[in-house]
């Protein structure tokens, strides 16, 4: 049964995943945490995923399922957050799983901890990334520099936000990149807040699917332009905060 107030409100957009899209539903569905609802958003899938998600819409009523014309990632992220009813949001990416127990930690330590933001590790292949260990940190200058040197700082997947954050701030995925969308998102979002804590565990599972908008190289160029974008924002948050941290 469809919650009527979710705690939680989980992202996916879709297009064209189905040799994945059921292992990413089933892994969201069998969370050991149950007050969310899942919001599929299909981008004009033009294999099987559309039907994929409908049919898990008639089984479980926390999914909720929005068929679109392609527009991209981006748009169907932003759809996906005015359309969220849940306190916190969180992405999956439809061709990636969640550990059982993800949001249930997640979710206790942004609680207990009553941060803005949570990180957790998540596992490509045979190789893992954890978020910094919980700590002091003099700034949010300082913590965007730690996610960034431990390479979780440019993923949307691995946290969870607080959704009257992202509303009340007008956060959104920029239309019409080919790269750092992601970045970008969270470098909106860190300029906002005051605190965010870790969750020293992997707790998601990235796969390496080459068709996969989500999951394309980037250009030299392209990496360039982040590391710009990241280096001028820290500076800008060092600045926020008096100087601290550098």
Aim: glycine share 4%; hydrophobic share 35%; charged share 20%.
């Amino acid at each position: 049964m469809m919650p009527k107030n979710p705690i939680l409100s989980v992202i996916v957009p879709v297009y064209n995943t189905e040799k994945y899209l059921s292992i990413c539903i089933n892994s969201i569905l069998n969370q050991t945490f149950k007050n969310f609802e899942c919001i599929l958003i299909d981008d004009g899938s033009t294999d099987t995923s559309p039907a994929i998600c409908n049919e898990y819409a008639q089984k479980d009523s926390r999914i909720i399922v929005i068929h679109k014309e392609n527009a991209g990632v981006s748009a169907a992220r932003n759809d996906g957050i005015q359309t969220a009813q849940g306190k916190y949001i969180a992405f999956v990416d439809s061709d990636d799983s969640t550990m059982p127990d993800m949001y249930q930690l997640l979710l206790s330590k942004i609680e207990n901890d009553k941060t803005d933001i949570v990180c957790c590790g998540y596992r490509h292949q045979d190789v893992v990334f954890l978020p910094p260990d919980n700590g002091f940190y003099q700034s949010i200058a300082e913590i965007v520099y730690k996610l960034e040197k431990n390479e979780v700082l440019g993923l949307i997947w691995n946290k969870l936000y607080k959704s009257e954050i992202l509303k009340n701030n007008q956060i959104q995925f920029p239309k019409g990149y080919q790269f750092g969308e992601d970045i970008f998102f969270n470098l909106q979002y860190f300029a906002v807040i005051h605190s965010a804590c870790f969750v020293h565990e992997v707790l998601y599972v990235y796969c390496e699917n080459s068709k996969s908008l989500t999951k394309k190289r980037p250009s030299l160029e392209q990496s360039l332009a982040r590391f710009r974008n990241v280096s001028s924002q820290i500076i800008k948050l060092q600045e926020k905060d008096n100087g601290r941290f550098i």
